[in-house]
């Protein structure tokens, strides 16, 4: 049986090529992804050696390169996350609200990703909070965990924030939970409408301090009457935000979450082919009833698509708001237990059953892939070292 084809086993084929044709414009984060991705699970890494107790098999493991761009490194990083989040999960049913943002604006932020991208997620989490904060609506602090994503099926340039909220909030006294409509979180419309505005707020501020960058097609932005006309284009757009139908508890968000959060620009299990110097990938075409189709690309081109979703040094692309936020997330999340303790609701069981799936999966990455026995670490060598000499077969 073929191996199956990994991003990898692109970069190192057509890698070397792809940095000679565009040295001039590759930027330092790009060529450090590419060369993680290329280095990932190879003895350069270093690794170690283990060895089963019951039948003496033998297997030799290679270090990951644990860049989060690397398709074979997010599984075992979004299992340690999903298990941490398993006590922040609350009985009740969740929603997940995408802002997107438009096409004219997104040109803008390929090259101010910092920026924008920090205004994408201030817009979002502003605009769901005061949103629900509203008694015409919910009145109620929410709390919300947002994850950025910036590529489409087709690895295009589509920056959006995926949004999983829990169904309701604390009272502004703090002596209630407030569970929103059943099957119903929020208007999408208003939420449509605020997001654009703040947003919109923020991207002026952002301009007027000097702090955006425009380069190219985009160079005439720099001066101040060309960047309101473009304001004032976008303003009359209608911005995308989409609600999907609630999830039915935390079980579910767990599984959700786990395809959202530590998700790259494509998996390895997308891939079809690689041959004449060409790349074929399975994608979703959505404008035509998501269905599956094959692209091919040229390597050239699908390397830099792929690059095109690297993200700036030190940006964090999962953050927590509301009572979700990290510097009161226990106190806060203590509370909304006890609101809804108090309230009598059928508390659906938390998600001890995932948890111990999660645990149960990790403990099978050290078990012998012949008997199942406990496999045990014979010898380790680190980044830069050879790997040890074979002594396992030795019989002496």
Known sequence: MPARLEVADIFRRYGEAYRQAHDGHLGRVERRVMSAIELCRTAELGGHVEGCRSCGAIRVAYNSCRNRHCPKCQGQACRDWLAARQDELLPVPYFHVVFTLPVEVAAIAFHNKTALYTILFK???????????????????????????????????????????????????????????????????????????????????????????????LAHLAKPDAFARLLDEVRRLEWVVYAKPPFGGPQQVLAYLGRYTHRVAIANSRLVSMAEDRVAFRWRDYRHGARTKVMAL??????????LHTLPDGFHRIRHYGFLANGHRAARLGLCHRLLASQQQNNLEPSAESAAVAAERLALTHRCPCCGGAMVTLATWRCGQPPPTPFWNDTS
């Open 123 to 217: 817009a979002a989490a502003e605009t769901l909070r005061t949103i629900a904060a509203d008694p015409r609506h919910l009145g109620a602090e929410i709390g919300l965990i947002a994850v950025l994503h910036s590529w489409g099926q087709a690895l295009t340039y589509h920056p959006h924030l995926h949004c999983i909220v829990p169904g309701g909030g604390v009272s502004p006294d703090c002596t209630r939970w407030i569970s929103c409509r059943p099957g119903f979180f929020l208007p999408v419309r208003v939420l449509s409408r605020l997001f654009r505005r703040r947003f919109l707020e923020e991207l002026r501020v952002a301009h007027d301090a000097g702090r955006l960058g425009f380069f190219g097609d």
């Open 298 to 307: 040229d390597a050239d081109e699908f390397i830099r698509r792929f690059l």
